[in-house]
Nanobody, 128 residues
């Protein structure tokens, strides 16, 4: 059974940092690209960023470039989302997702339908 479990969310103030973790099991971790999405109440789930199987190629939503960094540790089957300079508009439930490495490209990495497995999410709340 494939499981993705997010952790690290919480309540922080604007300007603070958080690091989210996503621990994967039941899949060959290095064969998958990992993405992060987020969803605020009443809005569509949106793409945050993704990292390819080798870890050398990453993609980010424009609004988080320079603030968020995705990394992965294949030995630990874990992907991370380091979030710096958090803003109230970053408040959302954050989800990690896995897609076969060959399923993503620059043109489609932000499409949720490309991802086969999803975690349950972790809440991030940023206050002013």
């Amino acid at each position: 059974q494939v499981q993705l479990v997010e952790s690290g969310g919480g309540l922080v103030q604007a300007g603070d940092s958080l690091r989210l973790s996503c621990a994967a099991s039941g899949l060959t971790f290095s064969s998958y690209a990992l993405g992060w999405f987020r969803q605020a109440p009443g809005v569509e789930r949106e793409f945050v960023g993704a990292i390819k199987w080798g870890g050398a190629i990453t993609y980010y939503k424009d609004s988080v470039k320079g603030r968020f960094t995705i990394s992965r540790d294949n030995a630990k089957n874990t992907v991370y989302l380091q979030m710096n300079s958090l803003k109230p508009e970053d408040t959302a439930v954050y989800y990690c997702a896995a897609a076969p490495s060959g399923a993503l490209s620059y043109l489609n990495y932000g499409q949720a339908g490309r991802y086969d497995y999803w975690g349950q999410g972790t809440q991030v709340t940023v206050s002013s």
